[in-house]
Antibody, heavy 120, light 107 residues
């Protein structure tokens, strides 16, 4: 059974940092691109970042570029999101999501999400 | 960036109704259009990928169509468990933008 389990969320002060993790199981993690998607309270979905199978290619939304870093450790089946210089606008539930690398795309499995709250 | 626009933003319907939600892209996304269902407090669930392909395990009452800039999600006969928020997403170019969502409520 495919499972994605996020962790690392919590309360952080403005300007602070946090590292999220997403532990994958039930599939060959090293064969899939992986994404982070976030959802602010009461708002819609916002794509944040993607990392390629090897980790050699990464892309970010403009809202996080230069502040967030996506990475992966295929030996540990884990995806990461390092978040720096956090602001209140980064408050959201953060989901990791698998990309099956097929025509048309679509994120076929999602974690349950981890809540990040940026507040003083 | 490609902007995605959904209509309507909200919709009231009854069990058994046929419902259609539309999604428009600001430029062509070819067939790289996906639909998700999200229930309150839960992660999104992929329904349709590549505009019209049904994700494994999704009931056949869900269908998608379109290409280029205009797409539709149709639910042929609403079931009680279908009341949720629906999002379209383009995966043609990064950033992989989502529509603003359509909230489907019980009439």
């Amino acid at each position: 059974e495919v499972q994605l389990l996020e962790s690392g969320g919590g309360l952080v002060q403005p300007g602070g940092s946090l590292r999220l993790s997403c532990a994958a199981s039930g599939f060959t993690f090293s064969s899939y691109d992986m994404n982070w998607v976030r959802q602010a309270p009461g708002k819609g979905l916002e794509w944040v970042s993607i990392i390629s199978i090897s980790g050699g290619n990464t892309y970010y939304s403009d809202s996080v570029k230069g502040r967030f870093t996506i990475s992966r450790d295929n030996s540990k089946n884990t995806l990461y999101l390092q978040m720096n210089s956090l602001t209140a606008e980064d408050t959201a539930v953060y989901y990791c999501a698998r990309d099956p690398n097929r025509y048309g795309g679509g994120f076929d499995y999602w974690g349950q999400g981890t809540l990040v709250t940026v507040s003083s | 960036d490609i902007q995605m626009s959904q209509s309507p933003s909200s919709l009231s319907a009854s069990v058994g109704d046929r419902v259609t939600i539309t999604c428009r892209a600001s430029q062509s996304v070819s067939g790289y259009l996906n639909w998700y269902q999200q229930k309150l407090g839960k992660a999104p669930k992929l329904l349709i990928y590549a505009a019209s392909s049904l994700q494994s395990g999704v009931p056949s009452r869900f269908s998608g169509s379109g290409s280029g800039t205009d797409f539709t999600l149709t639910i042929s006969s609403l079931q009680p468990e279908d009341f949720a928020t629906y999002y379209c997403q383009q995966s043609y170019n990064t950033p992989y933008t989502f529509g603003q969502g359509t909230k489907l409520e019980i009439k």
